[in-house]
């Protein structure tokens, strides 16, 4: 477990010039240091260090805070992990496995081990030579079957499952990890007369197998290994572990849908590549994704199955904040193909001149409309709105609007309307994501229970997160306040929990509600040991480590406290305000309308009183 005394002498001793420089090279320009801000593609430098403050600030792209954040931006790791990585800096032992799931699975990566060399051994024998001819002529290397561990699964008689229930492996265990099947004459090798592609996990264990044909045609081109409890596709990536510091080192990781894909880009020299292995983009591999790199290029196959994995594939990782970039094929060609096709030269060229996935959507919302037609038409402006109000920038916004209206000749205002209508119906739904029903001139908050698991239930809650590089309104800024503050003052809590105002934004309510439970059970609130509770809600943790590194100080008065509760009151008055005037405009009966027309000025009445307060 993590303690308090530790995170204190982690921060004492960790240095903020001596930990970024670790990771870019700093100049000193008078009391502080300067650099190439590694958040956005800076060619001059524009990240200024303060030694004496201790913090880091980008004058472009706002990037700021304190050592760990840099640590957790950099790595892509969250709060607990980043004071690992310090603490490791600093020769501070900590003790951080609560937060690792326990894996119990050794028995098992053993078995892959001792198969994985075994087909290995089989490449290199007398049998192997035609499986070595066919790699060959696919323009696969020596250096490459070593690097990926390509071996040879051979026949019957030169079976691995009897080499394993020899070295006392148990034949149940075989076919549950998918390595032999039973069959009515024994236990016998699920692969035969394949090569084989190992598959590993994001540690780098072995953990399945692809096997493909070589020297026959009559049956399935591969056969992969079925999930286990040790092979999960939609937790696992392909190279993921070999890629992590070429993605780094490129700052930029490519994602394919096959492991040949990997493998050839490798060979050529292209080593910060991922692939999915031909599965739709789940939101833990999104979140795999993240943590390598925010710059992004799905170059999937050429054909209509990947324009759809693509858009897939990219809607995914739009959810959590990245705006991919897209390479598409022609030819209906998958990268293994164009590479021995058109060489690595014209394939780099591709790299370098890729679309946005903005670009790559609009275009691929077209496919199979006829824009002639009146409904066809209608419903790609639509798909085309939905697409628009995803995009941050204004400028961007109005620059695709502009190219549409000129594409399908309508005008840019109409665009431009229906836009506006669409992102304030999106605003008045997530603002009222809870209903807050029977609301009079104070619209109490919604009912309250100790529910900690309640988060856990919540898969929309990652859309609420607020973007740290956005302009932050004074809700946003209220609502951080009080949850800075209540991570370090339990009488705090105590008073949130009196009031309870309505936080404007869900997950910011998950976390208070999380810091309530702790309060009531603990009767104290100690940020390592908070941590440790929260240890199984990641997003959760991630964010107590935002929150406690801005730059706030710990220290607060009571008028302070009274202004932040206010605003947030001030938001339920208008929040509800809304609410009530959207029914008011549908409301057709006469004396509903008056009993929404009453509720609503004596609304107005506490929000005057409010500001008068």
């Known amino acids: 477990m993590i303690t308090e005394e530790q995170i204190n002498e982690i921060k004492k001793k960790s240095d903020i010039v001596e930990v970024i420089s670790s990771y870019i090279p700093l100049t000193k320009k008078g009391r502080n240091y300067f650099g190439l801000c590694p958040f956005h593609d800076d060619h001059s430098p524009s990240m200024s260090v303060s030694p004496e403050k201790g913090i880091f600030n980008c004058f472009v792209c706002g990037a700021k805070g304190n050592a760990i954040s840099f640590v957790m931006d950099y790595e892509k790791v969250n709060y607990v992990e980043a004071l690992k990585v310090l603490a490791d800096k600093c020769g501070i032992s900590l003790n951080v496995n609560t937060y690792k799931k326990k894996d119990n699975y050794d028995e098992l990566y053993k078995i892959y081990d001792t198969t994985c060399k075994f087909y290995q051994n089989n490449l290199n024998t007398s049998s192997g030579k035609e499986a070595r001819e066919y790699l060959k002529n696919r323009g696969i290397s020596e250096d490459i079957i070593k690097e990926f ?63 493909r044909i070589y020297n026959t045609t009559d049956s399935a081109k591969y056969i992969n290994t079925k999930e286990t409890v040790i092979f999960k596709k939609g937790l696992n990536l392909y190279n993921y572990h070999r890629a992590k510091n070429e993605v780094r080192l490129a700052n930029q990781v490519i994602i394919m849908e096959g492991f040949m894909d990997v493998i050839r880009a490798y060979s050529v020299g292209i080593k910060n590549v991922i692939a999915t292995m031909g599965t739709a983009l789940t939101k833990e591999q999104a979140s795999l994704i993240k943590k390598l790199s925010n710059n992004v290029i799905l170059c999937f196959d050429g054909d209509a199955a990947g324009n759809k994995a693509t858009s897939a594939c990219g809607n995914e990782l739009i959810k959590i904040g990245i705006n991919p970039k897209v390479v598409r094929l022609e ?41 002639n037609d009146n409904e066809d038409l209608s419903n790609y402006i639509n798909a085309v709105i939905d697409e628009v109000i995803t995009i941050d920038d204004e400028i961007l916004r109005e620059l695709t609007l502009k190219k549409i209206s000129s594409e399908i000749n309508i005008s840019f205002e109409t665009l431009i309307n229906k836009m506006w209508k669409k992102l304030e119906e999106n605003n008045t739904s997530n603002n009222m994501d809870i209903p807050m029903e029977n609301m009079e001139y104070y619209p109490p908050p919604p009912a309250y229970e100790y529910r900690p698991n309640e988060y856990k239930t919540n898969k929309k809650i990652s859309k609420n997160v607020i973007n740290d590089t956005n302009i932050v309104d004074k809700y946003t800024k209220a609502e951080r306040k009080i949850l800075f503050y209540m991570l370090h003052d339990k009488e705090l809590t105590y008073k949130y929990e009196k009031v309870f105002p309505y936080l404007p934004t869900k997950i910011y309510r998950f976390l208070a509600s999380e810091i309530m439970y702790f309060v009531k ?7 390592s040991d908070f941590l440790n509770y929260l240890s199984s809600k990641q997003e959760l943790v991630d964010l107590v480590g935002k929150i406690l590194n801005y730059d706030y100080d710990e220290n607060y008065t009571e008028e302070e406290i009274t202004d932040y509760f206010k605003v947030l009151r001030e938001y339920n008055f208008k929040s509800e305000t809304e609410r009530l005037t959207e029914l008011l405009k549908n409301e057709s009966d ?24």
């Open 149 to 211: 561990n390509i071996g040879l699964a051979l026949s019957f008689d030169k079976s691995v499952t009897k080499l394993l229930i020899k070295k006392g492996y148990k034949e149940n265990t075989l076919v549950d990890i998918g390595i032999s099947n039973k069959t009515d004459y024994g236990y016998q090798d699920l692969f035969l007369n394949r090569v084989m592609f190992p598959l590993w996990n994001i540690e780098g264990k072995i953990v399945g197998y692809s096997g």
């Open 331 to 371: 030819s209906n060609l998958d990268p293994d193909e164009y590479i021995i096709k058109y060489g690595v030269k014209k394939f780099k060229d591709k790299l370098n001149n890729c679309i946005s996935f903005l670009d790559f959507r609009l275009n691929y919302l077209k496919e199979g409309k006829n824009l």
């Open 521 to 527: 059970k603990y009767d104290t609130i100690s940020i």
């Open 590 to 613: 006469l004396e509903k309308q008056i009993e929404l027309a009453n509720k609503i000025m004596n609304l107005k009445k506490g929000v005057e009183e409010s500001a008068r307060d």
